[in-house]
């Protein structure tokens, strides 16, 4: 049988899935060359649960890669760094991406059970928003499919993983991203724009705290050499329901944030998120950077982190107390999608989405965008327990009297603000070492929208 452009050589390995018990043969196609033709042309040849291999070489990219099956595109690349955080890994595949109109690989998978990404540097420049869903590698919304990106390095201008479908989880670990100067390098973006876009069936759905239903970033280091205000540092952002688990990641020059219901709108806030056993270093004592997280909305679960240098572990801001942004305009007490709580509290509080609160009654939207049927929303604290501070403050507040401590938040030096029920998700997450966990959530409900005329 001729096999045009590609090599096959069939190997059995056992996937041990749960929730899927049975043995998966796999066939692996060797790309003729890591051109994207060639890349593009072994993984239509490909099934689901095959792996294609990618040789040592140097490409650029000047259209999409598409992975539409459940495979492995694996390089031979290897994630290491020495006792200073420095990238001593191995990095014999270069991908370059050039004139891209698209992200620069689409993981859009239906069927099958597990899609993986590993061994590859990426360079190069990818098009779009920051806050968008694209990047270098790009997960839809409409991806149905557990996946995993791993041993891989991006230096890149424009977002290094663009991630549509958080709830669904996915798990990002041992890559090393670093960044050389460009203001709109090194992003993870976490969003779930599944059903209207925005994010307003998302906040709608339970945040399951401790659970699977989160994209998982661990056993990484995010590297920036500028440290001042020249660059935006951050090393992950969301927005639109996104909800992401942070754990084990060293960041120099780099922070955690992500939007609340504000400069985006009509997009809503991040959703959830779990911040622990990160160390983030700024390199200037004598210029700190606002905070080592920057929480805009909803809730999160923040311990046991080391913060070197920075002005705040933890800053929030409640941007509409003070400012109109799109179709949500500013807190006044009358908007509906605001808890409009009144005396004593302060003007519209608790605000759509603020830093406190959590799940939304329901959802839907206007022909305007407006959000409908938010309220009651949940009001969920954020914890934060036993993080070590070096030349750096606990907390700080652009809004106080809308984040308050005992209301809208817990904290402690040592544990006495960890919540009794939390439990974290195991560490490592079980896909480093081959099972594939299927996210605990609720079914995705068919597309609405709420229209008024």
């Not at 890669?65 to 890994?89: C, F």
């Not at 160390?279 to 679960?301: K, L, Q, T, V």
Request: net charge negative; proline share 6%; glycine share 10%.
């Amino acid at each position: 049988m001729r096999v045009n452009r590609a090599v096959i050589m069939v190997v059995g390995v056992i996937f041990n899935l749960i929730l899927l018990q049975h043995v998966v043969a796999e066939t692996v196609y060797f790309a003729l060359s890591s051109s994207r033709e060639d890349v593009q042309t072994a993984i239509d040849l490909a099934f689901d649960g095959d792996r294609v291999v990618i040789p040592p070489g140097s490409s650029t990219w000047t259209s999409t890669l598409v992975i539409d099956k459940a495979i492995v595109l694996q390089g031979p690349g290897t994630y290491s760094v020495n006792a200073g955080h420095e990238d001593t890994g191995s990095w014999p595949l270069v991908i370059t991406f050039s004139s891209l109109s698209g992200s620069g690989i689409s993981v859009d998978v239906r069927t099958g059970s597990y899609v993986r990404i590993t061994g590859i540097s990426f360079r190069g420049t990818v098009p779009g928003p920051m806050i968008q869903a694209v990047g270098a590698i790009q997960i839809l919304n409409s991806n149905t499919t557990p996946w995993r990106v791993d041993n891989c390095r991006f230096e890149l201008v424009g977002n290094s993983i663009g991630i549509g479908a958080s709830a669904l989880g996915g798990l990002v670990d041992h890559v090393y991203v670093y960044e050389n100067g460009s203001s709109l390098t090194g992003y993870i973006v976490v969003r779930d724009d599944r059903n209207d876009g925005l994010g307003n069936w998302a906040i709608a759905q339970p945040i399951n705290f401790g659970s699977s239903s989160f994209v998982f970033i661990e056993d990484s280091t995010f590297w920036k050499t500028v440290a001042d205000a020249s660059v935006s540092p951050t090393a992950v952002d969301a927005q639109a329901g996104g909800k992401f688990v942070f754990r084990h990641n060293y960041l120099q020059n780099a922070f955690v944030t992500w939007h609340g219901a504000e400069s985006s709108a009509p997009e809503r806030s991040g959703y959830a998120f779990e911040i622990y056993n990160n160390e983030f270093y700024w390199a200037r004592a004598d210029w700190r950077y606002h905070a080592a997280i920057f929480h805009r909305g909803g809730a999160a679960m923040v311990y046991n982190n080391t913060v070197t240098n920075f002005n705040a572990l933890w800053k929030t801001w409640t941007a509409r107390a003070t400012e109109s942004f799109g179709v949500f305009g500013q807190a006044d007490g009358t908007k509906a999608w605001d808890g409009n709580w009144g005396a004593p509290y302060p003007t519209g509080y608790p605000l759509l989405d603020q830093p406190g609160t959590g799940q939304a009654a329901g959802w839907g939207y206007s022909g305007i965008y407006e959000p409908l049927n938010v309220q009651p929303q949940a009001m969920r604290k954020t914890y934060i327990w036993n993080n070590t501070l070096v030349n750096s403050n606990a907390v700080a507040h652009n809004n106080p009297s809308y984040v308050v401590e005992g209301r809208d938040y817990e904290i402690s030096t040592g544990d006495a603000a960890m919540p009794s029920s939390y439990e974290a998700f195991p560490y490592p997450h079980p896909m480093q070492s081959g099972t594939v966990v299927l996210p605990v959530q609720n079914p995705p409900e068919p597309p609405r929208r709420l229209r008024i005329q």
